[in-house]
């Protein structure tokens, strides 16, 4: 993994495409000024700067070649909204890449259970890129996916390219007039699929709430704590240490994860605190 120069000093970047995803959820192509190759292991996170508004951490959503990364935003405080109003050519900070990634060593000739709810979907999205990217390194592929409404659902136009490498299956809270799939949380997915617990692992993100629900689902279904593993990227603030913020049982998310292993923090999952709150 090649990093920045200095971690404490944002380098400079340019905002070179601004998609929509949702009515309040945009996906951000940056790419690094000054720097020769940004380089990142999916699941980690950079340090966002909007100069004269703030710093939030932000999960890397994918890439599309050495120097450039996309983040997924939802407006939601002071940094996102500021974010919001920059348009293509506009320039940010970023300090990173930070945190420990997916395990891909070990999910390498395995079979893949994916499951996001909602903005959980963007930490995974780096990792179905890279699963499609090298399909023959791994055994079946599920991703399961839920949102609130059809309107909520992120990446829509990407679903048919990974439909044809990897399992997809949708279910949204609501629908609509126009919805013709699966309603309910997430959970009611995994009925939807018959995989080898012991020699599957299981990837998750999403609000806390739900990772709580999907982890009893998991177990009950008999997966190891050791094949589940989750992304608590929600809790950070700093991205170093430095605040306490995402401290969980005395464990720093932003250091020690944001993806960490259910056998490492399911006293944590089970009681599920009010924690997650979103702050940018």
């Known amino acids: 993994m090649v990093s920045m120069k200095n971690p404490y000093i944002p380098t400079k970047a340019i905002i070179t495409h601004i998609r929509n995803e949702t009515p ?51 407006r939601i405080g002071t940094v996102t909204g500021a974010l919001f109003r920059k348009n293509v050519g506009d320039i940010v900070g970023v300090r990173g890449p930070f945190g420990k990634g997916w395990p891909i060593g070990l999910m390498l000739r395995r079979n893949i259970l994916i499951i996001a709810g909602g903005l959980g979907l963007a930490p995974l999205r780096s990792l179905v890129h890279y699963i499609i990217l090298n399909r023959e390194e791994f055994g079946k592929v599920y991703l399961l996916y839920g949102a609130r409404t059809p309107a909520d659902l992120l990446y829509k136009d990407e679903f048919n390219t990974w439909s044809r490498y990897i399992d997809l299956h949708l279910t949204v809270d609501k629908g609509d007039n126009y919805w013709k799939g699966r309603v309910g949380l997430v959970t009611i997915l995994l009925d939807d699929v018959s995989v080898d617990t012991e020699d ?18 998991l177990k009950s279904l008999g997966f190891p704590d050791e094949n589940i593993y989750l992304s608590l990227e929600r809790l950070m603030k700093c991205g170093m240490g430095f605040c306490g913020r995402c401290t969980v049982s005395g464990r720093y998310v932003c250091i020690e994860g944001p993806v960490f292993c259910y056998a ?10 009010e924690a997650g709150v979103e702050h940018a």
């Open 200 to 217: 599957t692992i299981a990837l998750q993100c999403g609000p806390p709430i739900m990772m709580h629900f999907v982890s009893k689902k």
């Open 264 to 273: 490492d923090i399911k006293s944590f999952i089970e009681a599920i605190p």
């Open 24 to 74: 309040d959820t945009k996906t951000f192509r940056i790419r690094i000024l000054d720097q020769n190759e940004f380089s990142f292991t999916p699941g980690q996170f950079i340090q966002l700067s909007v100069f004269g508004f703030g710093e939030a951490p932000f999960s890397i959503a994918g890439s599309t070649n050495e120097k450039e990364l996309e983040i997924t935003v939802r």
